[in-house]
């Protein structure tokens, strides 16, 4: 393909060609899609955007772009040298080698093992990306995602509890679905004969999926470039946290749910410290704010498909392991609680954040007592991590999916269990 077709503008295209199954069972009725796709996306000088579903409509595209680009004005991305490169994901078991028949029986005998109100599902895609620019860099990426997901809803004596759980893969078809039945229904079980807790500011113990989340919410978009360039009150060297803190954002040990091999300029991610010895370090960059502050590309632009813009993403962001053992962090707690994991809240980009907690436990004493219902956590990411008192040295990730300006991509949260304080409070 020729993309200097125009002398002197640089151009850049994105390709993305993916297969895609789901299998969702609730009751008796279960439902099964699949589909095949591709797509293109041209961007010129940096700002013109269009995209087409057929090779047929790649001409139309760059004309369509470069009208745009002509309209928008040219948009600086960091210069990248010329670069060629092929990666694939190493598969265990390739998902195309498993037939549809399989898929559904997993989905379907998983439900038989829940209770109350359930819904299993199952989800898929596997596929290539491609990247290539008018300065000679081009990417071709194999990549592929399964996902086996439970949600649970059970009701006791005018009491409710809710789970849900996921086993994620990108090693093919190797995750079993009743693995997330079983601990979706343990979560709604435990909800279910939870106590109460008197509001207030509690010392916290949080488990990777819940420490993971809420620095990825609060911190993570915080120092995300296109945030920084608006005004993030994230200043590099600021001090956030005691010196033996470190979050990071890398691109993640191979084969886990949110790393790449490339992020989608063609740039080779780098890992990011975020806060290192507990001041702020660095920024998640694309090649447009990369070039806007003055920094290098880390590896950040992502998008949601080729018909949409990159823009700074997480991929995976973690509390770096501290040299804590599990009982030593539990055993600061007199009278606390652990909080194991999070089922929905919001962060603003002042660090502000609410969540409210999916399982936690009243802890005496170093030792988990009983179950609590669910919990509202607010606080300020700043402050949380002002209170840090202690950082565990098992590392642990979940897999998510991030969503930001209508664009959402896979991304891992975790991190180690982590001691610090925050404001508990019932639901309302």
Known sequence: MELG?????????????????????????????????WLAGVRVE????????????????????????????????????????????????????VDLETKVKDVLDALKEAKGKAVVAY????????????????????????????????AEGGNRGNGYWSVASRKGYTTDPRTAVREAVRKAELQLRGKGLEPGLWEVALEPPAIGVMVHEALGHMSEADHVASGSPLKKGETVGPEFLNVSDSPGPEGEWGSIFY??????????EIVKEGKVNGFLTDRKHAALLGLEPTGN???????????????????????????????????????VDTSGGNAELDGTFFFMSQEAWYVEGGEPKYPLKPLGIAGNVLEMLKEVK???NELAFRPGT???WGQSVPVSVGGPLTLTALRLSPPA
């Open 390 to 392: 202690a950082v565990g």
């Open 301 to 339: 632009g992502r998008q949601e498909d080729p018909s949409k813009p990159p823009i700074p993403r997480m991929r995976v962001t973690y509390v770096e392991p501290g040299d804590w053992r599990r009982d030593e962090v539990l055993g600061e707690l007199k009278r606390g609680v652990l909080i």
């Open 402 to 404: 991030c969503g930001k």
């Open 123 to 154: 989800r898929e895609v596997y596929g290539y990306k491609l990247y290539a620019s008018s300065d000679g860099r081009e990417v071709l990426q194999r990549l592929s995602y399964s996902l086996h997901a439970a949600n649970v809803t059970l």
């Open 5 to 37: 077709w125009k002398k002197g503008v640089y151009v850049e295209v994105n390709v993305l060609g993916a297969s895609r199954t789901s299998v969702t069972a609730s009751g008796e009725e279960h439902k099964v899609v699949q589909g095949h796709s």
């Open 46 to 97: 940096g700002s013109g955007l269009a995209y087409t579903t057929s090779p047929e409509g790649l001409v139309e595209a760059f004309e369509r772009a470069y009208k745009a680009y002509k309209a928008l004005g040219p948009s600086k991305l960091y210069e990248l040298g010329p670069l060629v490169d092929r990666v694939s994901q190493r598969l265990e078991r390739p998902p195309w080698d």
């Open 263 to 272: 992020d989608d300029e063609g740039v080779k991610p780098k890992k990011v």
